[in-house]
């Protein structure tokens, strides 16, 4: 799905692990919902439209060199 910029919104029923830049430069994308995810991989939300999300279940977040950076440049991100 990476660099669709026209998808808004997202709701996984089932989902347990999002790839390596998965939403990346969705730059629509303001709201994704998730009943499970356990593993968040780098660069999943680069440059979307995030103001919010909830990660209660995540339990592993992918690293990449030195940093998570999953929300880099989502200037509207205010909660996680």
Do not use: M, P, W
Request: glycine residues 4%.
């Amino acid at each position: 799905i990476n660099n669709c910029t026209s998808l808004q919104d997202v709701t996984f029923k089932s989902c347990t692990d999002l790839g390596n830049y998965a939403f990346g430069y969705c730059s629509a994308l303001s709201s994704i919902n998730f009943s499970i995810l356990n593993i968040l991989g780098y660069y999943s939300f680069i440059q979307t439209a995030l103001t919010s999300i909830e990660l209660d279940t995540v339990t592993k977040v992918n690293s990449y060199n030195t940093g998570s950076r999953q929300f880099s440049e989502c200037t509207k991100l205010t909660y996680v």
